[in-house]
DNA sequence: AACGGAATCAACCGCACCAAA
DNA sequence: ATTTGGTGCGGTTGATTCCGT
């Protein structure tokens, strides 16, 4: 028989609101299920990816902050590429914005060392760089060491496998900052970042004003009911898991 | 203003893993 | 024990945006 084809490519707004009103019905599991019976012809693994990485009300948009860059730097030091472990310590910055961030960042970075390097060798022979942590391989052991003590849900957690690791490493030392150190200069520069209006929320909350909001039932393609948001001032609106409490 | 290259980021792909059938 | 479906993850691609000339 013939399968209905799928959209590959951008979402649309009308596609954001349809997968956000879904996963607020049916949780964030059950991703082929969820696709289905949404009418959108996306795959689950595409509506999965767009609600993790672009969606989840949990995220944080915006610029790294330093810290956050120098977080990073530290546990990819530790990890390599294990671009989801490193980013399960990084609240609100899912895998594709860190690996994003590596690939582009680093890159630039190794450029201008090399540069530099090039320079300074000509300069004095003898010199040498001696922070080459940030630059270093993938490690062939990967450790799952918790770095936070508690144990919460990271929004890219939707229920599914994860991939068995090994612990080698537990107990090595890793200082350079002591994590509360980390955290609470996270929570600093998010502070005022917000002031100065750097990060962004989800852009799917934008069609979530403070009081109320429904579908526009003009639009022909609109399949799915009346959307209400409540205000989430008072914790009426969206529970972490996503569902309506 | 126009163009080209670089940077950025959303999205896809393929594979691995796990649980249920 | 094997198969199948669902999901997570890392790597990669391609479109868009930014920036310098």
């Avoid at 915006?62 to 609240?91: C, D, F, Q, Y």
């Avoid at 209006?197 to 039932?217: E, F, G, R, V």
Wanted: aromatic share 10%; charged share 30%; glycine share 4%.
């Amino acid at each position: 028989m013939a399968q209905e084809e799928m959209r590959k490519g951008p979402w649309t707004e009308q596609e954001d609101l349809q997968l956000a009103f879904y996963v607020n019905l049916l949780s964030d599991r059950r991703w082929d299920f969820l696709a289905k019976v949404s009418g959108l012809r996306r795959t689950g693994k595409s509506c999965r990816l767009r609600w993790v990485n672009y969606l989840h009300p949990g995220l944080k948009r915006g610029k790294m902050t330093p810290l956050e860059e120098r977080l990073i730097l530290e546990l990819h030091s530790k990890w390599g590429n294990r671009w989801s472990r490193i980013a399960r310590e990084v609240s609100g910055r899912t895998d594709n914005e860190i690996k994003n961030y590596w690939r582009t960042h680093m890159r630039k970075k190794a450029q201008d060392e090399r540069k530099l390097n090039k320079v300074s060798s000509i300069i004095s022979p003898s010199s040498s760089f001696s922070n080459t942590s940030s630059f270093s391989s993938n490690s062939p052991d990967v450790d799952f060491t918790p770095i936070m003590e508690n144990n919460e849900r990271n929004f890219y957690h939707t229920g599914g496998q994860q991939k068995k690791v090994v612990d080698h490493d537990k107990g090595k030392n890793m200082k350079v900052y002591s994590m509360d150190d980390l955290w609470k200069d996270i929570e600093l520069s998010e502070e005022n970042e917000t002031k100065s209006k750097q990060i962004m929320p989800s852009p799917i909350w934008d069609y979530c004003p403070n009081t109320l909001w429904m579908a526009d039932d003009q639009d022909e393609s609109k399949k799915f009911p009346m959307i209400y948001c409540l205000d989430n001032k008072d914790n009426t609106f969206l529970a972490n898991n996503g569902l309506f409490i």
